[in-house]
């Protein structure tokens, strides 16, 4: 997946785009849960968060994660699928982006 990420980053930076990615969202819970999704999942956040080949980091998983149990969301956040965020999250996650990246 972090391939992936780096071919839309050269894609981007191409066009002379900068490129601000948000991390993947906790998903305990979700029907096909397993360990190796959440390892999977914090592999690929944590790589977003420590590159240099991108302009910024959108923190989606802190901002909506449980403090104590990381792998799932905060209560209040989860639409009930254990997959989606609700409302409220939505609304968190919209709080979160940096008001010049609006513009």
Known sequence: MID???WYIEQARAYHDKVYLGTLLP???WRTYAPFRETLKNE???WIRTTNEIDGCIDFDLALRD???PAAFREGF???DHLHPSGAAYKKMAEIVPEELLF
């Open 67 to 69: 403090m104590k149990n």
């Open 44 to 46: 690929i956040n944590d």
């Open 78 to 80: 989860d639409s009930g």
């Open 4 to 6: 992936g990420l780096k």
């Open 27 to 29: 998903i305990y819970g």
